[in-house]
């Protein structure tokens, strides 16, 4: 074996997820998966989904030592941090990516990784293992990142990008147990649910979004391989529904519309969900997803304050956001609406237009989130002089990083159950009442 890839979310230790109960395939680790077994190499993939550590750990200290490439993101840091420790002491070479190692390279390089891979990983890999891990070869492979001779950390260029997506092989979803996760999802939601990308990146940038895979960069897959993927998906797993999982689905209106007549073409109608952004929403493209039975769209509102939205830059009005929910609505397609509490520079005030602005949309469903600022991006400098790190790199997230100024946390709940409250068909004057109280109690409060 010249490659074991895994990651480190497991879904039955995370008591979250288990009430959520809608995982997905990694994606990304059979993207690589496909194209290193394209160029020959020996690769194996532990899914740890719904796996444990216990089973990954048993296979690293079993298995005569080779290469093994974990994927972390910000949310599973603990858990990759400690399939760093067995793999390093069973004896494995230990390759770390994902959109969190590179922000912190130091600090997964001195928790044991050999390296960390910045940016898109399939090329990187690809002369990595061509190279048979010769590290006096790694100056010359883009993307890396590792400790030198003299004990610095040394960066090679930038890692190369896949220009033709189209003619990169499909996520190897036949290496992992796919009927396992339809299996799931019909148990508890009575529908199965597949997840696949039509596209790799956002071109976009918001504030407080990562870039660290893709940068800026938007490179898309041709209407009819999406299509001839699609084909495929139905015929093998036939799922009750599709998770187009692209940052913004509906970017390209002429995409949109070549993949659909594609579609037709074909006969191929399974319904679907997506992400978009508002301002790339007019009454054709609505249609069009309609036709396409998109059931629902995600929408990232983030909040109903033009001032802060101007702050995220997000390039959009307010407007834009509402119009975009009512054709969706006008063409019978449910609305899911993203807000985030607790941006540089939001007071009261903009919380009260948020929850007036979720009024007007009334969403079929809203997610709120604290903002928390990640690694690498503007948001992140702009408050990094007022971070506040709740309990030690190794053992927190940075959705435990406080922000030493802003309003408690205490103070977000109450603007959760005022929302809550106001977005119920029939509001409850008491509770409202209460936790406008709340809101104005607490408004002083703030993270020390």
């Known amino acids: 074996m010249n490659l074991l890839l895994t990651h480190a979310y497991f879904l039955f230790e995370d008591p979250k997820e288990q009430q959520i109960m809608k995982p997905y395939a990694p994606l990304g680790l059979l993207y690589l998966s496909s194209h290193l077994r394209q160029q020959g190499f020996d690769v194996e993939i532990y899914d740890s ?40 002491a069973a004896g494995w070479n230990v390759i770390v990516g994902g959109p969190e190692p590179a922000n912190y390279a130091e600090q997964y390089l ?24 010769d590290r ?18 040394q960066r090679t260029a930038p890692a190369p990008l ?28 009575g529908q199965g649910s597949i997840s696949l990308i039509t596209a790799r990146g956002c071109p976009y940038k918001c504030n407080w979004c990562s870039h660290s895979v893709y940068g800026t960069t938007h490179r898309r897959r041709s209407p009819h391989a999406v299509v001839d993927e699609i084909e495929w998906i139905r015929e ?10 692209d940052d913004v689905f509906t970017i390209h209106h002429g995409w949109l519309f070549e993949y659909a007549a594609e579609m037709q073409k074909r006969n191929l109608v ?87 602005h979720a009024k007007e949309c009334q969403p079929d469903v809203c997610f709120t989130t604290v903002s928390y600022p990640i690694k690498g991006t503007p948001y992140y400098e702009r408050v990094a002089s007022r971070l506040v790190r709740v309990g030690e790199w190794n ?45 104005e109690e607490t408004r002083y409060e703030v993270e020390a």
């Open 110 to 133: 001195e928790a044991g990784a050999d390296l960390v891979i910045a940016g898109e990983a399939e090329l990187a890999l690809e002369r990595l293992l061509r190279c048979s891990f």
């Open 162 to 189: 896949i220009r033709d997506l189209d003619a990169q092989p499909w996520p190897d979803r036949e290496r992992i147990n796919i009927d396992r996760y339809l299996t799931t999802w019909r148990s508890f939601h």
């Open 49 to 88: 989904t719904f796996g444990s550590k216990k089973e990954l750990f048993d296979l690293l200290q079993q298995s005569p030592p080779s290469t093994i490439g974990i994927y972390a993101n910000l949310m599973t840091r603990i858990t990759a941090l400690d399939i760093i420790a067995c793999a390093r």
């Open 236 to 245: 093998r797993y036939q799922p009750d529904m599709l998770w187009l999982a």
């Open 270 to 356: 399974i319904p679907f969900e997506c992400i978009t952004r508002a301002d790339r929403l007019n009454s054709r493209v609505a249609a069009t997803l309609a036709e396409l039975k998109c059931f629902r769209v995600w929408i990232g509102s983030e909040s109903g304050s033009q001032r802060i939205l101007d702050a995220m830059q997000r390039q959009v009005t307010i407007e834009q956001v509402r119009s975009a929910v009512r054709l969706c609505k006008g063409h019978g397609i449910q609305t899911g609406m993203f807000l985030m509490w607790g941006y540089e520079g939001e007071e009261i005030e903009d919380i009260e237009k948020t929850i007036q």
């Open 395 to 439: 053992k927190s997230t940075d959705r435990d990083i406080r922000i030493k100024g802003r309003h408690s946390r205490r103070f977000y709940q109450y603007a959760d159950e005022l929302l809550k409250n106001e977005l119920r068909p029939a509001a409850d004057p008491v509770i409202t009442a209460a936790a406008r109280r709340g809101l």
């Open 136 to 153: 006096s070869r790694w100056g010359d492979i883009g993307g890396l990142i590792y400790f030198g001779p003299d004990g610095h950390v």
